[in-house]
């Protein structure tokens, strides 16, 4: 089992369509949770980064957090053609300066006009 | 202000050959990790380094082996490529511990 799930998709929406990205982990140390977004040919770009169960919103996106069920979401509102990319969860582990980030697969999304 | 910055952008070796990649990474930033990315698959940790010292080692053979300068720069070396070295490479970035990482655009290394 990985410890980081997450469903590669593709998913594809219509362009204005909410969009709901998800992934379940198994290790409770994770303490930081982060979405990042990924174009094609290029490196990861930091969208959300929480530390807490809860929210965090940022313009149309929004981090949600459940510590207890080990899950973390991303929403997008409103979403535009410029938002197909691949979105990628990831945790850190480690302490002090010392630690790593686990990644899930990534999912593809796909924002049609 | 600059991200992290990788060089070369893109690599063509063959088997048995050696290979270094290089990473600057944001001013002020002392931890940089580097990841390697197949196709399809999310990133997985190579290495960290923190203030010149290795703080972390994923699960991948001594081949590959890195460093930190004094200016926070890094290596990566991978030597004898074989074709499943075949990958995106990417260095991150951070202030250190669970701060932020930010990740510059990678080096595609192409094993022929």
């Known amino acids: 089992q990985k410890e980081v799930e997450q469903d590669p998709g593709p998913l594809s929406v219509p362009e204005g369509a909410i969009v709901s990205l998800n992934c379940t982990y198994s290790?409770?140390?994770?303490?930081?949770f982060m979405w990042y977004r990924q174009y094609s040919r290029k490196g990861p770009e930091l969208l959300m980064y929480?530390?807490?169960?809860g929210n965090k919103e940022d313009g149309r996106f929004t981090a949600q957090v459940d510590k207890s069920s080990k899950y973390i979401s991303l929403f997008i509102r409103d979403s535009q053609p410029s938002d197909s990319a691949t979105y990628l969860c990831?945790?850190?582990?480690?302490?002090?300066?010392?630690?790593?980030?686990?990644f899930g697969q990534g999912t593809t999304l796909q924002v049609k006009p | 202000d600059a991200g992290v910055t990788q060089s070369p952008t893109h690599l063509i070796k063959t088997r048995g050959q050696q290979v270094t990649l290089r990473c600057s990474p944001i001013?002020?930033?002392?931890?940089v990790s580097w990841y390697q990315q197949v196709l399809g698959q999310g990133p997985q940790f190579i290495f960290q380094?923190?203030?010149?010292?290795?703080?972390g080692r994923g699960n991948f053979p001594d081949r590959f082996s890195a460093r930190q300068f004094p200016n926070y720069s890094s290596e990566l070396n991978v030597n004898a490529l074989l074709l499943g070295d075949s990958a995106l490479y990417l260095c991150?970035?951070?202030f250190g511990g669970g701060q932020p990482q930010h990740f510059g655009d990678g080096t595609r290394l192409s094993i022929l």
């Open positions: 290790n409770s140390a994770f303490q930081y």
């Open positions: 929480t530390y807490s169960s």
């Open positions: 991150a970035s951070s």
């Open positions: 001013s002020g930033h002392k931890s």
């Open positions: 990831a945790m850190f582990y480690g302490s002090g300066n010392t630690g790593k980030l686990i």
């Open positions: 380094y923190y203030e010149k010292e290795e703080r």
